[in-house]
């Protein structure tokens, strides 16, 4: 889980348990994930294809694909995209959505990631 940084220009200081940005034209979902994970995390994972669904989206409905990555290693988030960071036990980061600021296309994907 991270909270975007105070000067972001999309939900300053929100929470969000995703990391992730848009495709590129001629771009797979799987390797534009991969790519945000080394451009926010500067780390690499294997990644996985859980799920695609039309998010309603804070500001216009979009594709959402979502994938999992098992990371091995230490993280270096970039300040311009994560200002604070934690892992966090689900039944930690359930309580979190329920009491912090989230950015709302994250609560709407956890709920269709966990249902």
């Known amino acids: 889980m991270h909270r975007r940084p105070e000067d972001s220009t999309r939900f300053p200081g929100y929470y969000n348990w995703l990391i992730g940005g848009a495709v590129a034209v001629g771009e797979s979902y799987e390797d534009a994930a ?14 996985r294809f859980v799920l695609k669904f039309l998010c309603q989206g804070a500001i216009a409905p979009y594709w959402l694909g979502l994938h999992e990555a098992v990371i091995d290693r230490a993280v270096a988030p970039d300040p ?3 200002g604070w960071y934690d892992w966090l036990p689900e039944t930690d980061l ?12 994250s609560i709407e994907a956890f709920a269709k990631y966990h249902g």
């Open 34 to 47: 991969r790519r945000e994970l080394t451009e926010e995390l500067r780390a690499s994972g294997r990644i």
């Open 80 to 82: 311009s995209e994560i």
């Open 94 to 105: 359930r309580k979190a959505l329920r009491q912090w600021a989230f950015v709302p296309d």
